[in-house]
């Protein structure tokens, strides 16, 4: 059972546009909200991360909402460039594991 | 920079080889862990260790071990490898205790091909 589902599988986006990836979770011990970004040939890196007991943090173009008790958080990616085009994984916590969403492949159109 | 540091980018084993996947840890990390990643099911858990010489199962343990006999490093055992366990595959480790309080450091990936 997927314990943290993300949408959409994969995105276009123009230049300058905004990207906006969908995660959500049913576990309510989930206590750490973090996002990676991975290259084609790398692995995931730490983007930006939340904790429940704030509803939004940004970090430069990218920002996290969280909307604790929908159980939804998102990411999302202002002014949007081609170099942002990269798998996007949201994840939650949980003792001493995350869970992974299953990822959005984004494409960033000149 | 924290690195992990996974010791082949590409491999292609026979089916029923033993394949060893070793991972290495520069910052004194207590967790480390081993994923595989598929197109369309992202990271899937398969071992994970809280200290030396401990070890637990992810959620698809079957078909592999691993062994953590020092802090810095942590191995991935394919038994007798399979078509099936055909992918990418991801170490991590993390800092503290039972709460993370960060995130994880990934190393770069080994894509294994059994043929």
């Known amino acids: 059972q997927q314990q943290v589902k993300q949408s959409p599988q994969s995105l276009i986006v123009q230049k300058g546009g905004i990207s906006i990836i969908n995660c959500a979770y049913e576990?309510?011990?989930?206590?750490?909200f973090p996002w990676y970004q991975q290259f084609p040939g790398k692995g995931p890196a730490l983007l930006i991360a939340i904790r429940p007991d704030v509803s939004e943090k940004k970090e430069g173009r990218f920002t996290i909402s969280f909307n604790k008790s929908a159980k939804q958080f998102s990411l999302h990616i202002m002014d949007s460039q081609p170099g942002d085009s990269a798998t996007y994984f949201c994840a939650a916590n949980s003792g001493n594991q995350f869970y992974f969403g299953t990822g959005t492949s984004l494409t960033v159109i000149p | 920079d924290v690195k992990v540091t996974q010791s082949s980018r590409y491999l292609v084993k026979r089916t029923g080889e033993k394949v060893f996947l070793e991972c290495v840890q520069d910052m004194d990390h207590e967790n480390m862990f081993w994923y595989r990643q598929d197109p369309g099911l992202g990271l899937r858990l398969i071992y994970f260790s809280y200290d030396v010489k401990m070890k637990e199962k992810g959620d698809i343990p079957e078909g592999y071990s691993v062994s953590r006999e020092k802090k810095e490093r942590f191995s991935l055992i394919l038994e007798s490898a399979s078509t099936n366990q055909t992918s990418m595959y991801l170490c991590a480790s993390s800092s503290s205790g039972p709460k993370l309080g960060g995130g994880y450091t990934f190393g770069s990936g080994t894509r294994l091909t059994v043929v």
């Open positions: 576990n309510t011990a989930f206590d750490y």
